[in-house]
């Protein structure tokens, strides 16, 4: 069973805000929620990672509800090359790192 | 720190061929999976390993092994190649409380 749900694909205007949300209902006490992005034909990249806290870094900012049941993802100023893939992925603090498995994502098309 | 290598980058196989994928890693890094991803698709995990000597299944592992005999080297061996299997390959080994570090990938045609 999918631990998250992401829309499949948005747009985001050039120099704007880009947020992308993502679901995790069932999640619980002790599971992190992860962003990656995978840009046309590399590995994906770490982005961000938050428990229940807002978090923030120079890529972006992590906004997670005080219910846990669901975060965005905020690209302050999105370019053109934001353009990727956007994965969550939620992880407990107990799963192994082995199983550490993707969704579907979100293609995030970034438009001048 | 070069951080993760795969190799090849591209690879042509005929049906029934066998071939290893290279993964190696320098970042003493304790973890490591193979991915696989079909056109248009996310990724889905093949094999992974916890340390040395340790190597468990993901969510495809049928007509691939792995072996871990070194924390640096993480091998995907295609016992006979199908067409099936033509994909893109991804290596990555875990960076900490990051997450993981992804390899930039093997481009495998089976013809």
């Known amino acids: 069973d999918a631990k998250t749900t992401q829309p499949p694909s948005m747009d985001c205007a050039e120099g704007r805000a880009a947020n992308l949300p993502c679901n995790h209902s069932?999640?619980?006490?002790?599971?992190?929620v992860y962003w990656y992005r995978q840009i046309h034909s590399q590995g994906p990249q770490y982005i961000i990672h938050g428990l229940k806290n807002n978090e923030t870094n120079e890529m972006a900012s992590l906004i997670i509800t005080e219910d846990r049941k669901s975060s965005t993802l905020i690209l302050p100023h999105a370019t053109l090359r934001d353009t990727a893939v956007y994965y969550c992925?939620?992880?407990?603090?107990?799963?192994?790192?082995?199983?550490?498995?993707f969704g579907a994502g979100t293609q995030v098309v970034v438009t001048p | 720190n070069a951080g993760v290598t795969q190799t090849p980058k591209f690879q042509v196989l005929k049906t029934g061929q066998s071939m290893t994928l290279q993964c190696a890693q320098d970042?003493?890094?304790?973890?490591m999976s193979w991915y696989r991803q079909d056109p248009g698709m996310g990724l889905r995990l093949i094999h992974y390993s916890v340390g040395a000597g340790i190597t468990d299944q993901g969510e495809v592992p049928n007509g691939y092994n792995v072996s871990r005999s070194t924390t640096e080297d993480f091998p995907l061996r295609l016992l006979s190649a199908a067409p099936s299997q033509t994909s893109v390959y991804f290596c990555?080994?875990?960076?900490?409380?990051?997450?993981?570090?992804f390899g930039s990938g093997t481009r495998l045609t089976v013809v």
């Open positions: 069932t999640i619980s006490g002790n599971e992190y």
């Open positions: 970042m003493n890094h304790e973890y």
């Open positions: 990555a080994s875990r960076q900490g409380g990051y997450g993981y570090t």
């Open positions: 992925i939620v992880r407990g603090t107990t799963d192994s790192w082995g199983k550490f498995q």
